[in-house]
């Protein structure tokens, strides 16, 4: 899985849009105040309530362009609404997404920061 989500992540990269986000410090801070175990569980409290639903409430709308680590890493990583997930990552629109999507999901955001936190993906994701 590693593979596939560190070839995604280097073909966002080559989008003019995806490519511009990048955590602040005042987001890098609150990643080391709160540790990654916290914010793996915000990321999947925010798809799980954001965009997991079959048609979730405004979509295409739905996730805020800042305000938390979170919300940076679904755009960087286009799992920010069903729209960007059906065109990046071929996951369709009109159905709730299943348990190994939201993994895979959360896996990709949570592997978009900890590169841009300079560190390497562990095994919490795996146990959720």
């Not at 490519?19 to 793996?40: A, H, N, P, V, W």
């Amino acid at each position: 899985m590693d593979d596939k989500i560190n070839n995604i992540i280097k073909s966002l990269r080559r989008s003019s849009f995806r490519s511009k986000f990048e955590l602040t410090d005042r987001d890098r801070q609150y990643i080391e105040e709160k540790g990654m175990e916290t914010i793996t569980q915000h990321a999947f409290d925010f798809i799980h309530l954001r965009v997991a639903p079959e048609f979730p409430k405004n979509d295409g709308k739905q996730t805020p362009m800042r305000g938390h680590p979170v919300f940076i890493a679904q755009h960087a990583t286009a799992t920010c609404c069903r729209g960007c997930l059906q065109k990046w990552h071929r996951i369709q629109k009109g159905r709730g997404l299943s348990d190994n999507e939201v993994k895979f999901i959360v896996n990709l955001i949570m592997k978009w920061i900890e590169k841009q936190m300079g560190g390497g993906i562990d095994e919490r994701i795996k146990k959720q």
